[in-house]
Nanobody
Framework: QVQLVESGGGLVQAGGSLRLSCAVS????????MGWFRQAPGQERQCVVA????????YYADSVKGRFSISRDNAKNTLYLQMNSLTPEDTAVYYC?????????????????WGQGTQVTVSS
């Protein structure tokens, strides 16, 4: 069993930055594919970034390329999402997810474990 706990969301002005954290427990995350998703009101949950360290592959949604980056701290078993140059369109609840698959996955239905989500609000 894997538990995921996100933190780091909040209110930021357009152009600002936030770093989201996802604390992973129950299993070391280098055996899973991981992803960050977001869901705005009335919209479907979409993949922002997905990574498979085993496969050595990373996916970034076009809307966040060059602005967002994913990283991890093995010692802390924590996954991060660094978000720069934020715009109001980035406003959403952000979720961390883990999949038992070894390939990069961008569809929410393919993920086995989810965190509770953290709200990110970007003001104009």
């Amino acid at each position: 069993q894997v538990q995921l706990v996100e933190s780091g969301g909040g209110l930021v002005q357009a152009g600002g930055s936030l770093r989201l954290s996802c604390a992973v427990s129950g299993r070391t995350f280098d055996t899973y594919s991981m992803g960050w998703f977001r869901q705005a009101p009335g919209q479907e949950r979409q993949c922002v970034v997905a990574i498979s360290w085993i496969a050595g592959s990373t996916y970034y949604a076009d809307s966040v390329k060059g602005r967002f980056s994913i990283s991890r701290d093995n010692a802390k078993n924590t996954l991060y999402l660094q978000m720069n140059s934020l715009t109001p369109e980035d406003t959403a609840v952000y979720y961390c997810a883990a999949s038992r698959s070894r390939v990069v996955l961008t569809t929410s239905g393919n993920y086995n474990y989810w965190g509770q989500g953290t709200q990110v609000t970007v003001s104009s």
